[in-house]
């Protein structure tokens, strides 16, 4: 089992930053891309940004230079930086990491509540 727990989600005013981070533990032989999904209230679950083993990163556009994501290989954790927030990123914000143990399998983090106020 893979065990994924996230942290630095919270409340902030438009314009403000937070950092969210999320690490991987358990019996992991090697890990693929992570990523980061958010869904608000109502709408589905949509990308955010990912980032493979070799550092490559992608965005949506609503994102692009205002978020950064980035991952340390040897603590198995990805973070997104969040910069210049808008109440339009409010949302519960979800890591997943795509793994292998001989199959390739995807977990999901229990999610983080980013609130935007205006």
């Known amino acids: 089992q893979v065990q994924l727990v996230e942290s630095g989600g919270g409340l902030v005013q438009a314009g403000g930053s937070l950092r969210l981070s999320c690490a991987a533990s358990?019996?992991?032989?090697?890990?693929?891309?992570m990523g980061w999904y958010r869904q608000a209230p109502g709408k589905q679950r949509e990308l955010v940004a990912t980032?493979?083993?070799?550092?490559?990163?992608n965005y949506a556009d609503s994102v692009k230079g205002r978020f950064t994501i980035s991952r340390d290989n040897a603590k198995n954790t990805v973070y997104l930086q969040m910069d210049s927030l808008k109440p339009e990123d409010t949302a519960v914000y979800y890591c997943?990491?795509?793994?292998?143990?001989?199959?390739?399998?995807?977990?999901w983090g229990q999610g983080t509540q980013v609130t935007v106020s205006s």
């Open positions: 997943r990491v795509d793994w292998r143990r001989g199959s390739l399998f995807i977990s």
């Open positions: 358990g019996s992991i032989f090697s890990i693929n891309a």
């Open positions: 980032i493979t083993s070799g550092g490559s990163t």
